[in-house]
């Protein structure tokens, strides 16, 4: 419950499967997970939050109330052995509430007194404080498909997905980097794991309020090129996809990533499309069929892709559609 959590735009697993984070074993590793606190209450959810927040304000206040029970008798207008009332008599404190009912008249009580005051400054400064930080981050409201496609475009074997911007705003200046990362073995019989820049047909656009089909050409010149459902799955291959840009209404700066395993990529295959104008002019998104994907029609395979289809159709649908 208090593992860090991801952005919502950000939460599929990079590089693994069925994992919200890497599932690693570090060893050697000298900084403790505890040892970044405040990453820890930016990120986990709002429900653990509040649970953790509220938790510590009622366990100081139970520590109090036992100091204070070591002079019991030096709060006024207390109950003799109630302890609920020396719990809400550090609860009147902390809060500075001073209902006035009860008051220390000892100096051991009020020594507790100005130390669990100032206690509870720095309590409710620093939880004020968190709550405003985990309300000030800039997320996003990215939507990605769910597979990625290879298909014919003008000609030429292109790599497609499609993101959408969910906000009924603009993202200003908005980028996309797509990587290729698979498991390759060096010259020297080294096993790695490297990265590849997959270049796009456009990986910038000036204003981003619909939908955008990122395109990368499988020419020779790709770290795509010659690959197959067969090598990707057997190199573990995993394109990693990553959007920046200004959200007009924030003034800041957002980011969104995703991930396509090798099983996430169909060949031969389609978007359908979700683009159309109303009579009005105004257009339109139909977000229904933002994740249906179709078959080629064989005439628009070349005789290369279609060799590609026929080793890859024991492994997928011939079409796939959102439940």
Known sequence: MLKPGLR???RKLLLYQEQRYPNIERLGVT?????DLYHILLTISWFAFILLVSGCYLVVNGLFA???????????NMRTDHFQDLFFFSVQTMASIGYGAMYPTSTYTHSLVVIESIFGLFFIAMTTGLVFARFSLPTARLLYSRVAVVAPFNGVPTLMFRTANERR??????????????????EEGEHIRRFHD????????PVFSLSWTAMHRLTSESP???????TLRERRAEIIVTLTGL??????????????????????????DIISTSESGRSIVDYNHFH????????????????????????????????
């Open 292 to 323: 249906s994907i179709e078959p080629v029609e064989q005439q628009h395979v070349k005789p290369v892709e279609q060799h590609i289809h026929r080793r890859s159709q024991e492994h997928q649908l011939t079409s796939w559609r959102p439940h």
């Open 247 to 272: 959200d007009e209404t924030l003034s800041q700066t957002i980011h969104a990533r995703h991930s396509f395993s090798a099983y996430d990529i169909y060949w031969n295959h389609k978007f359908v």
């Open 31 to 35: 900084h403790s997970y505890w040892g």
């Open 8 to 10: 919502r735009a950000s």
């Open 198 to 205: 997959l270049p796009l047909v456009r990986s910038h656009t």
């Open 224 to 230: 795509f090129y010659g690959e197959t459902p067969e």
């Open 66 to 76: 036992i100091a204070y029970s070591l002079d019991s008798g030096a709060i006024a």
């Open 169 to 186: 705003n603009y993202i200003l200046e908005a980028q996309l980097w797509v990587t290729l990362v698979r498991d390759e073995i060096t």
